[in-house]
């Protein structure tokens, strides 16, 4: 019961550095992803574009499997690096 | 990026060059020292309107908006103007329709299973539900026939807001909430359009106060925003008077009425008298000017007056004249509508469409949201057809609009495919180069603008024009 919530943590962990690694891929050339916590809108501090967002979603649909067409796309929900983690560990079969 | 602008950094025992201050002062909102003071001189006054207790005041101002939309749209479905029982009865019955609204959207779980799964299918169905309900209705039956025309006359306004209040149920947000949560920006005091500036419930309460410091930063965010709104008017007025010679303008009596007395676009449409092609693009592209400074000065006043109630959400138009491609233009220039079309038309078509072929998902969702989208949106705001039953002629009146907003979902998909392909290189160096595209996203917005701009041009007059541009007319 113990190793739960520890591996928990450490899944979103893994998950949380797969998904910078991959914003990294995304992100506006000359800003720095390295100084964004994990709150930051990721739009709104100018890391990515509002179109960037799209790629996200690809990424979590081919990554962790996430139906957007049984869950809906929001953009609440996809802002920053937090919210996007909090939506895999809802959403993903994998993660669930 | 929206409405956000880096802090300005903040210096302690240096001396301030007047380039400092120069620099310094667009971003006065976000100094300490100013917030600071702000704070002390408002805080005391402000540390008894919480949260909760802001909502409830703005609710109860909401209450007073909808009763005056309520008389104006009772003159306007004629006859009944005089009568007090039907105004009261439209009055209770779209607050219950809204309070309606909000217990499907707080207990939404409990919403029979078709319903929870397309909750805005649902939502304009009942719309024109209502709207059928009118059809039937015999037209000259006093004031108590003009009471469900007014209803009608009102739920475009709502229908929007409605809709993410819905959404705010399906993710669960809406449970345990008060109605006075969601009636301030249902029926908001801030003003608006059938647009809601501000989105919804999710997006206000991210954005809202909840310290003396953030109230005090969103309060002079706004003055700013206010400020820059009385700018733009004052602008607008330079361009009255100095470029068109309006009469109406004051600008035009302090220059002795020597301005440019270059036609106004919609003029040019109209009458289409013989001018050179350069003053005919001239008006083109002023026009997308007057329309960007009109348009700024509109939302920074609802924006400004959000962020001094404390939510600190993103202008509707951020510096549109800047953007380098078709797609941040549209991103920067009407914020709010964008967001509407991409939260109940992108993202929807987008998340069930063409999942396997990634350019044929992005031009379908962009059409999905540009051109239906975008047409459906405006087809609801020709009410008095609508409420005829007069679909066709409805849709006839916006033939002009119908090929603006092809040639816009067009321009977009094509800027995005574009976006896409070159992420993350930077694009190329060079002040004249930017200046190119720059001319570029102005130059597209300018002539499609033809197709849109307001007045009783036909079709065929506004294509006319655009041929001439070319001298092909």
Wanted: charged share 20%.
């Amino acid at each position: 019961m113990t190793a739960g919530p520890v591996s928990g943590a450490a899944d979103r962990e893994r998950r949380r550095e797969d998904l910078l690694r991959f914003l990294a891929t995304i992100q506006r050339p000359g800003r720095v992803l390295a100084t964004l916590e994990d709150d930051n809108g990721l739009v709104a501090s100018g890391l990515i574009d509002s179109l960037a967002v799209l790629q996200i979603v690809v990424h979590l649909e081919e990554t962790y499997g996430i139906d957007f067409a049984a869950c809906g796309i929001e953009s609440e929900e996809l802002r920053s690096v937090s919210s996007i983690l909090d939506l895999v560990d809802r959403e993903a079969p994998a993660a669930r | 990026m929206i409405g956000r602008a880096p802090a300005a950094s903040a210096r302690s025992g240096a001396t301030f060059t007047v380039r400092d201050v120069l620099r310094a002062l667009p971003q006065f909102h976000e100094h300490h020292a100013v917030v600071a003071w702000w704070q002390a001189r408002t805080g005391t006054l402000f540390a008894h309107f919480t949260p909760e207790r802001r909502r409830m005041l703005l609710s109860v101002g909401g209450l007073g908006v909808l009763a005056g939309m309520v008389a104006r749209a009772l003159r306007k479905a004629d006859g009944a103007g005089a009568s007090v029982w039907p105004a009261v009865t439209v009055f209770v019955v779209v607050l219950a329709a809204l309070y309606g609204c909000y217990l499907a959207a707080e207990r939404f779980k409990s919403l029979p299973s078709v319903v929870q799964r397309r909750p805005q299918v649902a939502l304009h169905l009942g719309f024109w539900g209502m709207l059928a309900v009118v059809w039937m209705l015999p037209r000259d039956g006093g004031a108590w026939a003009a009471a469900p025309v007014a209803m009608a006359m009102l739920l475009p306004f709502y229908l929007w807001r409605c809709g993410y209040l819905l959404k705010s149920g399906q993710r669960g947000r809406a449970a345990g909430t008060r109605f006075v949560d969601h009636l301030f920006y249902l029926s908001p005091v801030y003003g608006g359009t059938d647009t809601p500036v501000g989105k919804g419930f999710d997006h206000l309460v991210r954005h809202e106060a909840h310290s003396g410091e953030a109230l005090a930063r969103a309060q002079l965010a706004g003055v700013k925003l206010l400020l820059l709104a009385l700018l733009w008017r004052i602008a607008e007025q330079v361009l009255a008077g100095v470029v068109y010679g309006d009469p109406k303008s004051p600008v035009t009596r302090l220059v002795g009425g020597y301005g440019a007395h270059l036609p106004r676009l919609e003029h040019l449409l109209a009458e289409q008298p013989h001018v050179p092609v350069l003053v005919a693009w001239g008006s083109l592209y002023l026009e997308l000017v007057r329309e960007v400074l009109d348009h700024a000065a509109r939302g920074h006043v609802i924006v400004g007056m959000l962020r001094l109630l404390g939510f600190n959400v993103f202008r509707n138009t951020y510096k549109p004249l800047l953007a380098e491609s078709v797609v941040d233009f549209w991103n920067r220039y009407y914020y709010y509508f964008k967001e509407l079309l991409v939260d109940f038309f992108f993202y929807p078509t987008f998340a069930r469409r063409f999942r396997r072929w990634p350019r044929m998902r992005i031009v379908t969702a962009t059409f999905a949201a540009a051109f239906l989208g975008n047409m459906y949106y405006h087809s609801l705001a020709q009410d008095q057809l609508l409420l005829r039953g007069a679909l066709w002629p409805a849709l006839a009146v916006l033939r002009s609009r119908t090929f603006y907003c092809f040639l816009l979902a067009v321009g977009i998909s094509v800027s995005m495919l574009r976006e896409q392909r070159r992420r993350g290189t930077a694009s190329a160096p060079g002040g004249l180069r930017r200046a190119g595209r720059i001319a570029c996203v102005w130059t597209f917005f300018a002539i499609i603008h033809i197709w849109n701009v307001g007045g009783t041009a036909s079709f065929a007059r506004r294509t006319r024009f655009f041929a001439s541009l070319f001298g092909l007319a």
